[in-house]
């Protein structure tokens, strides 16, 4: 079998069960004629229970018109506010610290990204969501 032509490669992100022919799935399917609705509806029923976060998504689109995607979770730092109970991250981060993580909520979050984190074990995951946190002026337990 003959391996299909990539046209574009297209990166989105969309609430969580919540996709629509609006921006930013429709103006990103539709300049290349794709159907909408063969993706908004396998999005929304696969991500349904995930709340109200944003899922990255990437898409690969093929010279005949169809495509594949791929689901991609959450953002870190979406997933630390949550977890920290904060809208937003500190302006100063170095001298203003907005609130703390747990050792545990650390290692669930790390837990969470590890299939999308650029880490070989939970240990390192552990390393990349802390000096997030850390960033964002959120104090991290050890």
């Known amino acids: 079998m003959a391996t299909k032509v990539i046209k574009a490669k297209i990166k989105f992100r969309v609430p969580a069960g919540k996709a629509t022919p609006a921006p930013p799935v429709g103006s990103s399917m539709g300049q290349h004629g794709l159907n909408m609705m063969d993706f908004i509806n396998p999005f929304n029923e696969a991500t349904k229970e995930l709340g109200d976060v944003m899922i990255p998504v990437e898409m690969v689109v093929y010279e005949d ?10 953002a870190t ?41 650029n880490a070989n074990d939970i240990e390192a995951a552990k390393k990349i969501v802390a000096g997030t946190a850390r960033s964002m002026g959120i104090e991290v337990e050890s």
Do not use: C, M, W, Y
Request: no cysteine.
């Open 77 to 117: 730092s979406g997933l630390i506010r949550a977890a920290a109970g904060v809208e937003k991250g500190s302006g100063v981060p170095n001298k203003t610290k907005v609130a703390t993580l747990s050792a545990a909520q650390v290692e669930s979050i790390a837990q969470a990204k590890l299939p999308d984190l």
């Open 65 to 74: 018109r169809t495509f594949s995607f791929k689901t991609k979770t959450p």
